[in-house]
């Protein structure tokens, strides 16, 4: 391994791209997929780690090389981390049907991957888990609160994120780890905020009547901050937030959906009650059905919050990193992606 010395920070140096050999959890996903296409971008070496299901069209096509493994047994970890670098945590997510699956899906997967890297490679060199706002929680005043404040989700989504990431530091001293929290990522390839599209579309909005503002970040310029954190050595144990640089009132950011799909949409505003018997039924639904829904009594938990906004003042200092996607010109290459799928008229 080479490292070239940074005389801008003291205790960081920057990792030589060709010598990194990077594995991406959750690279069929929203954002592992762009991950991937950029740490290839940037000269370093990528293996996929994908399950038995997963759809694999996309890597194979790209000819991006994939380890078939477990990461709730375990099976298969220990040859998806031969000869690797660093590993990305992009897996896991919100729309689990149940609070044993959200559980499952984010925490258990942590700890499976956490014991494998121990036993099968303890000289990694970085984890970095993508965690979220909603581990962190909250702010009840519309400014972000410090990276480091005590953590309050609201949600069970957000309690098992921050769970995922106890489990992620209580190896630090072993393990260089690093966690980073998004709020909402959007961009070509998302189909979570197609709703509010083709809300926005259709000239209505149904908003959350105490939701008044928000921090998004693009997909692109999430994946590149996961990229500096593979490539610029830092103190393990740090946690870093990402966002676009302006937090947004959400009647603004509706209207600049409505402007990405060409019209100018009204906003309903709809009472946390409403949602919550909303949620209810889709609970309801989703356990009948035993699929994963958007809405759901836990994420109404937060809907309801007035401000999701976060700062990442440390990631431009500590990385040198800034966002290059304004929101405007991402909701509009986000709509216009939406249309080539036949999505939004």
């Given at each position: 391994?080479?490292?070239?010395?940074?005389?801008?920070?003291?205790?960081?140096?920057?990792?030589?791209?060709?010598?990194?050999?990077?594995?991406?959890?959750?690279?069929?996903?929203?954002?592992?997929?762009?991950?991937?296409?950029?740490?290839?971008?940037?000269g370093?070496?990528?293996?996929?780690?994908?399950?038995?299901?997963s759809?694999?069209?996309?890597?194979?096509?790209?000819?991006?090389?994939?380890?078939?493994?477990?990461?709730?047994?375990?099976?298969?970890?220990?040859?998806?981390?031969?000869?690797?670098?660093?590993?990305?945590?992009?897996?896991?997510?919100?729309?689990a049907?149940?609070?044993?699956?959200?559980?499952?899906?984010?925490?258990t997967?942590?700890?499976?991957?956490?014991?494998?890297?121990?036993?099968?490679?303890?000289?990694?060199?970085?984890?970095?888990?993508?965690?979220s706002?909603?581990?962190?929680?909250?702010?009840?005043?519309?400014?972000?609160?410090?990276?480091?404040?005590?953590?309050?989700?609201?949600?069970?989504?957000?309690?098992?994120?921050?769970?995922?990431?106890?489990?992620?530091?209580?190896?630090?001293?072993?393990?260089?780890?690093?966690?980073?929290?998004?709020?909402?990522?959007?961009?070509p390839?998302?189909?979570?905020?197609?709703?509010?599209?083709?809300?926005?579309?259709?000239?209505?909005?149904?908003?959350?009547?105490?939701?008044?503002?928000?921090?998004?970040?693009?997909?692109?310029?999430?994946?590149?901050?996961?990229?500096?954190?593979?490539?610029?050595?830092?103190?393990?144990?740090?946690?870093?937030h990402?966002?676009?640089?302006?937090?947004?009132?959400?009647?603004?950011?509706?209207?600049?959906?409505?402007?990405?799909?060409?019209?100018?949409?009204?906003?309903?505003?709809?009472?946390?009650?409403?949602?919550?018997?909303?949620?209810?039924?889709?609970?309801?639904?989703?356990?009948?059905?035993?699929?994963?829904?958007?809405?759901?009594?836990?994420?109404?938990?937060?809907?309801?919050?007035?401000?999701?906004?976060?700062?990442?003042?440390?990631?431009?200092?500590?990385?040198?990193?800034?966002?290059?996607?304004?929101?405007?010109?991402?909701?509009?290459?986000?709509?216009?992606?939406?249309?080539?799928?036949?999505?939004?008229?």
């Amino acid at each position: 391994m080479v490292y070239e010395a940074s005389p801008a920070r003291t205790g960081v140096g920057v990792l030589e791209s060709a010598a990194v050999h990077v594995l991406v959890t959750g690279a069929t996903g929203f954002l592992g997929s762009r991950l991937v296409d950029q740490l290839i971008e940037r000269g370093m070496r990528v293996r996929a780690l994908v399950r038995t299901t997963s759809n694999t069209e996309s890597l194979q096509e790209r000819a991006v090389p994939t380890a078939t493994a477990s990461l709730h047994r375990g099976e298969g970890l220990a040859d998806a981390l031969a000869d690797i670098d660093a590993v990305v945590h992009c897996a896991g997510g919100g729309l689990a049907p149940s609070k044993a699956a959200l559980y499952a899906d984010n925490v258990t997967t942590t700890r499976t991957l956490m014991s494998a890297i121990v036993r099968h490679r303890p000289e990694l060199k970085r984890l970095i888990l993508v965690s979220s706002i909603s581990a962190h929680g909250p702010s009840l005043n519309g400014l972000p609160r410090p990276v480091n404040a005590p953590r309050k989700p609201t949600s069970e989504y957000g309690r098992c994120k921050a769970r995922a990431e106890e489990v992620v530091l209580e190896e630090a001293d072993k393990i260089p780890v690093t966690i980073l929290r998004p709020p909402a990522i959007y961009g070509p390839g998302d189909r979570r905020m197609l709703p509010l599209f083709r809300a926005a579309k259709r000239g209505w909005v149904p908003l959350p009547s105490a939701s008044r503002s928000t921090s998004l970040i693009h997909v692109d310029d999430c994946a590149r901050a996961l990229c500096g954190m593979v490539h610029v050595q830092h103190p393990s144990g740090r946690c870093y937030h990402v966002e676009d640089g302006t937090p947004r009132p959400m009647d603004e950011f509706i209207n600049m959906v409505g402007g990405a799909v060409g019209n100018t949409p009204r906003i309903l505003r709809v009472p946390g009650w409403v949602l919550r018997i909303v949620g209810s039924v889709s609970g309801v639904i989703a356990r009948m059905r035993s699929g994963a829904i958007m809405l759901t009594p836990d994420k109404v938990k937060d809907l309801i919050q007035p401000h999701w906004v976060c700062d990442a003042a440390e990631l431009r200092k500590d990385f040198g990193w800034s966002p290059h996607v304004s929101l405007n010109d991402g909701l509009l290459e986000t709509a216009h992606w939406y249309r080539q799928e036949g999505w939004l008229p």
